[in-house]
């Protein structure tokens, strides 16, 4: 995985065909037995006697370690699947009321809209849109990827560099649209989709709660991240393939939510050429076994809730928080949490974006995945590829210097080649 300190390293995929790629097929490790997918097979180690296989990852992040961990989490993702299906690409129309399931619904972000973009004075009329489905699973609207791509039109079609844009719980797509605009006017093809029970994949107002409910009951369904990291993967797939976008030069970013999608989708899969997580880093294990899960437990109280209610407890503790992660998410508190994922990362650059202040996302959490990503940027001799901003006095919120920070990261990085 290492790469000269000088551009950006990338697994360039085979070279484009014609746009769009209708059927596309993911390649990934052989589907394993029943059992490892379960939660059981992903119980927490101890911090005093770690698993075997995040043992062998803690040498920073070498090569072999990462592409173990890649292997085992896409085993993961792949153990909840229907059915795999070619993925096949369907026109669809732009939303014009979407939802959002926010009892207030957000309306103006000054920060996106602090966002750089070029003073281009008809840019509205310049401003190409598309919207697709992505079929990625046999699963109904939620095998059904919802896509947005924003960009400028141009005569001539060339490669040109694309980042990825997530949003926060309980928003969705059209959310973006302030960032997808200021990205498209510098010449960036910009494009967002709705996570897994969210915008299209929604039908009302609780579809994410009740999902994330559904997982702790059932185990059939990952709601929490990892479904939608499967999304990104095939999202990638698709990508790669047009004609227009350069398959080495693509980013991926979100806030909270979609942070923590940017950076688990990046660890999956290196095809992520340029990664920003903005408000979404965290140590999971850190938080449970430091007694600071609150925030984050809190951003999806319900599941926590009705997982009490089951282990007949009176209260939410570390034990059920354990639980419930182990069961909607397996491993994310152990073998996939940030002291791994994050450093699997390199070499490719890295830009982590917190508040200061923010409770769901513990600033102290980040103190051994920042020391292990560090020593596997310096060991892949480009340290100047990693970086960590803690944004002074700032919680859990997104900030015109988040903002700005993002936009130049992916400026340096995929633009300047």
Same mark, same amino acid.
């Given at each position: 995985?290492?790469?000269?300190?000088?551009?950006?390293?990338?697994?360039?995929?085979?070279?484009?065909?014609?746009?769009?790629?209708?059927?596309?097929?993911?390649?990934?490790?052989?589907?394993?037995?029943?059992?490892s997918s379960s939660a059981?097979?992903?119980?927490?180690?101890?911090?005093?006697?770690? &698993?075997?296989?995040?043992?062998?990852?803690?040498?920073?992040?070498?090569?072999t370690g990462a592409e173990?961990?890649?292997?085992?989490?896409?085993?993961?993702?792949?153990?909840?699947?229907?059915?795999?299906?070619?993925? &096949?690409?369907?026109?669809?129309?732009?939303?014009?009321?979407?939802?959002?399931?926010?009892?207030?619904?957000?309306?103006?972000?000054?920060?996106?809209?602090?966002?750089?973009?070029?003073?281009?004075?008809?840019?509205?009329?310049?401003?190409?849109?598309?919207?697709?489905?992505?079929?990625?699973?046999?699963?109904?609207?939620?095998?059904?990827?919802?896509?947005?791509?924003?960009?400028?039109?141009?005569?001539?079609v060339r490669k040109r560099?694309?980042?990825?844009?997530?949003?926060?719980?309980? /928003?969705?797509? %059209?959310?973006?649209?302030?960032?997808?605009?200021?990205?498209? &006017?510098?010449?960036?093809?910009?494009?967002?989709?709705?996570?897994?029970?969210?915008?299209?994949?929604?039908?009302?107002?609780?579809?994410?709660?009740?999902? $994330?409910?559904?997982?702790?009951?059932?185990?059939?369904?990952?709601?929490?991240?990892?479904?939608?990291?499967?999304?990104?993967?095939?999202?990638?797939?698709?990508?790669?393939?047009?004609?227009?976008?350069?398959?080495?030069?693509?980013?991926?970013?979100?806030?909270?939510?979609?942070?923590?999608?940017?950076?688990?989708?990046?660890?999956?899969?290196?095809?992520?050429?340029?990664?920003?997580?903005?408000?979404?880093?965290?140590?999971?294990?850190?938080?449970?076994?430091?007694?600071?899960?609150?925030?984050?437990?809190? &951003?999806?109280?319900?599941?926590?809730? %009705?997982?009490?209610?089951?282990?007949?407890?009176?209260?939410?503790?570390?034990?059920?928080?354990?639980?419930?992660?182990?069961?909607?998410?397996?491993? $994310?508190?152990?073998?996939?949490?940030?002291?791994?994922?994050?450093?699997?990362?390199?070499?490719?650059?890295?830009?982590?974006?917190?508040?200061?202040?923010?409770?769901?996302?513990?600033?102290?959490?980040?103190?051994?995945? /920042?020391?292990?990503?560090?020593?596997?940027?310096?060991?892949?001799?480009?340290?100047?590829?990693?970086?960590?901003?803690?944004?002074?006095?700032?919680?859990?919120?997104?900030?015109?210097?988040?903002?700005?920070?993002?936009?130049?990261?992916?400026?340096?990085?995929?633009?300047?080649?």
């Open positions: 995985m290492g790469a000269s300190p000088s551009h950006v390293p990338a697994c360039p995929p085979p070279r484009a065909q014609l746009h769009p790629a209708p059927h596309v097929r993911t390649r990934l490790p052989p589907r394993p037995p029943p059992s059981a097979a992903y119980k927490y180690a101890p911090a005093d006697a770690a &698993s075997p296989t995040s043992a062998a990852r803690m040498d920073g992040g070498a090569a173990e961990l890649r292997a085992d989490f896409l085993r993961v993702l792949r153990g909840r699947r229907s059915d795999e299906v070619e993925l &096949s690409v369907e026109p669809a129309k732009p939303v014009e009321n979407p939802l959002y399931q926010d009892a207030n619904p957000p309306s103006f972000s000054e920060a996106m809209q602090s966002c750089p973009k070029e003073n281009i004075e008809n840019l509205k009329e310049l401003i190409k849109e598309e919207n697709v489905y992505l079929i990625t699973e046999v699963k109904g609207e939620q095998g059904r990827l919802p896509v947005l791509i924003i960009s400028l039109k141009e005569d001539i560099p694309t980042v990825v844009f997530l949003h926060s719980t309980h /928003k969705c797509k %059209e959310w973006l649209r302030p960032l997808l605009e200021a990205y498209a &006017s510098r010449g960036y093809i910009a494009v967002a989709v709705d996570s897994r029970y969210h915008g299209e994949r929604a039908s009302s107002l609780t579809t994410y709660r009740e999902a $994330l409910v559904s997982s702790w009951k059932k185990g059939d369904t990952m709601p929490f991240i990892f479904d939608t990291v499967w999304d990104l993967i095939k999202l990638a797939d698709y990508l790669t393939k047009r004609e227009d976008i350069d398959p080495s030069r693509i980013g991926i970013t979100g806030e909270s939510l979609g942070g923590m999608h940017a950076w688990f989708a990046a660890a999956a899969d290196k095809r992520y050429s340029v990664v920003v997580p903005i408000i979404g880093a965290q140590g999971f294990r850190w938080a449970i076994d430091n007694d600071m899960w609150q925030g984050r437990v809190d &951003s999806i109280k319900p599941v926590f809730e %009705e997982a009490r209610i089951d282990l007949e407890k009176s209260t939410i503790d570390r034990e059920v928080v354990e639980k419930v992660w182990n069961r909607i998410a397996p491993g $994310l508190a152990s073998d996939f949490d940030a002291p791994n994922t994050v450093p699997a990362i390199a070499p490719r650059p890295l830009l982590i974006i917190n508040g200061a202040n923010d409770p769901r996302c513990p600033l102290a959490g980040l103190e051994v995945p /920042k020391s292990r990503a560090s020593e596997a940027y310096e060991k892949a001799h480009c340290p100047e590829n990693f970086k960590l901003i803690a944004e002074p006095g700032i919680g859990h919120q997104v900030t015109p210097l988040m903002v700005k920070e993002a936009s130049d990261w992916f400026d340096r990085f995929l633009k300047q080649q």
